[in-house]
T-cell receptor
Framework: EAGVTQFPSHSVIEKGQTVTLRCDPI?????LYWYRRVMGKEIKFLLH????????ESGMPNNRFLAERTGGTYSTLKVQPAELEDSGVYFC?????????????FGPGTRLLVL | QKEVEQNSGPLSVPEGAIASLNCTYS??????FFWYRQYSGKSPELIMS????GDKEDGRFTAQLNKASQYVSLLIRDSQPSDSATYLC???????????FGTGTSLTVIP
């Protein structure tokens, strides 16, 4: 069974540009999460989809970030316009059921560097 | 603000020794606790999950949970060089189903 995949693995862009990150969850997983790790800090929650619906987007930093999950399969996270402080590793995770005991399976992350 | 604290290390142990990784959390109602291992540039990989007070063993790994002290630990017996990685403690928020992570502990097992 394929794990969570993310694309691209790395992205280097200039301040003011737009970047779109993609996540493909494990097949059959209704729950999809985005997290971000800024250098030297802990991994922090951004948002949670249940199928195509945003269940919780309390971690989104500001309105420059837009996440979508059309059709309830893969998800995209767009940053527009990118700022220097957006640099970090963006992780996607998925789980099958919305239970507190449910393990979340993580993708390898997208390393974003904004210059 | 829910917090998860880990000693960032680096922690170095000789091959064959026991590595002890510790984690404390601030939210008393947290129910689920996870240890992930992350090699550089790779996905965080689940090592152990624990939900009840006490010890849970899986091979060379033992997770220990003490909800009264808000403390969870991971013991690695007979440490191997391949165990060298960053270990992330994650706590699932009871009310919001988010994972709250510590900053991770870097472990090096010296051959």
């Amino acid at each position: 069974e394929a794990g969570v995949t993310q694309f691209p693995s790395h992205s280097v862009i200039e301040k003011g540009q737009t970047v779109t990150l993609r996540c493909d969850p494990i097949s059959g997983h209704d729950n999809l999460y985005w997290y971000r790790r800024v250098m030297g800090k802990e991994i922090k929650f951004l948002l949670h989809f249940v199928k195509e619906s945003k269940q919780d987007e309390s971690g989104m930093p500001n309105n420059r970030f837009l996440a979508e999950r059309t059709g309830g399969t893969y998800s995209t996270l767009k940053v527009q316009p990118a700022e220097l402080e957006d640099s970090g590793v963006y992780f996607c995770a998925s789980s099958q059921a919305r239970l507190s005991q449910e393990t979340q399976y993580f993708g390898p992350g997208t390393r974003l560097l904004v210059l | 603000q829910k917090e998860v604290e880990q000693n960032s290390g680096p922690l170095s142990v000789p091959e064959g020794a026991i590595a002890s990784l510790n984690c404390t959390y601030s939210d008393r109602v947290s129910q689920s606790f996870f240890w992930y291992r992350q090699y550089s540039g790779k996905s965080p990989e689940l090592i152990m999950s624990i939900y009840s007070n006490g010890d849970k063993e899986d091979g060379r790994f033992t997770a220990q949970l003490n909800k009264a002290s808000q403390y969870v630990s991971l013991l690695i017996r007979d440490s191997q060089p391949s165990d060298s990685a960053t270990y992330l403690c994650a706590v699932n928020g009871f009310s919001d189903n988010q994972f709250y992570f510590g900053t991770g502990t870097s472990l090096t097992v010296i051959p």
